[in-house]
Structures are given as structure tokens and as C-alpha cells.
């Protein structure tokens, strides 16, 4: 029996990661999934977040996605996203910066934003500085 699964995270610029994990955790709409080896076939959405992928030897990896699909096959599963960034990449003065924004938008509701851009762009936001944040507790470990 494998004990590991082939993973790829893809942006619509580049491939971010390709390689064998252990374990994938990705956060799904309905809540994270976490994909072992042999996972049974799933095609889901995904919403913003962090990407966790735990290589064979136990080190883990954070990207950051702005949400997209997820294709799990039994060997191999596929992160596809508009936006990936590797969790070291997240820049915490934009992602700062675009909150701030959302929620002023989401205030003002005169403003030029639609709201659901708004909430779209808070959750990213939201997502990214939660990913820097998850990333920075595991360097100190």
C-alpha cells in the first residue's frame, strides 16, 4: 500500500508545488479536508485559505490559495486557483491594506464596491493574514 500521494497546486501563472505528501489539508467550503493516500475520488470547490502539505518525512509546506477546485484521484490530488502563493510569499502590509478596504466598503455601502465583492475580498484578506499567522507559529516551533 502507498503511503503517499502525489499533490499539485497550481495558480493560473504557474505550478507552486508538485511532489509527494504524506498528507494534504485543504480548506473546503463545507470545512478542511484532509486527503491520505487512496483517497476516494472527490471534485470539490474550495474558498480561501491554507494549504497544508505534509511531506513524507514530516516537514509541512503553507500556501495560501484565493479558492478554486480540488480533483482527488486515489494517487494524485490537484489544487487548481486563480491565486496561490507559498505562505512565506504573503505579503501582511496588502493583506492589511485590502481588509481595511473590504470593510470600509462594506460600511459605506455607497461606495463603489458591490458588497459581495466586499465580503469576497475581506474573506481573502482574512484568509491570507490567518495563513501568515498559522505560518509564523510554526517557524517559532
Wanted: contains cysteine; proline residues 4%; glycine residues 6%.
Amino acid at each position: 500500500m502507498a503511503s503517499t500521494i502525489h499533490c499539485d497546486i497550481v495558480s493560473a501563472e504557474a505550478e507552486i508545488f508538485s511532489g509527494e505528501a504524506s498528507m494534504v489539508i485543504v480548506p473546503g467550503e463545507e470545512g478542511d479536508l484532509g486527503i491520505a493516500p487512496r483517497h476516494a475520488p472527490l471534485l470539490t470547490r474550495l474558498r480561501p485559505g491554507q494549504v497544508r502539505v505534509i511531506r513524507p518525512d514530516g516537514e509541512e509546506e503553507f500556501y495560501f490559495i484565493s479558492g478554486g477546485m480540488l480533483e482527488i484521484q486515489p494517487h494524485v490530488v490537484s489544487v487548481l486557483s486563480d491565486t496561490a502563493q507559498r505562505a512565506s510569499d504573503l505579503d501582511e502590509a496588502a493583506a492589511l491594506k485590502a481588509k481595511e478596504e473590504a470593510e470600509r466598503a462594506i460600511a459605506d455601502r455607497s461606495a463603489g464596491m458591490e458588497v459581495a465583492q466586499a465580503q469576497a475580498q475581506l474573506a481573502q484578506a482574512m484568509a491570507q493574514l490567518a495563513a501568515l499567522e498559522r505560518f509564523r507559529k510554526q517557524l517559532k516551533k
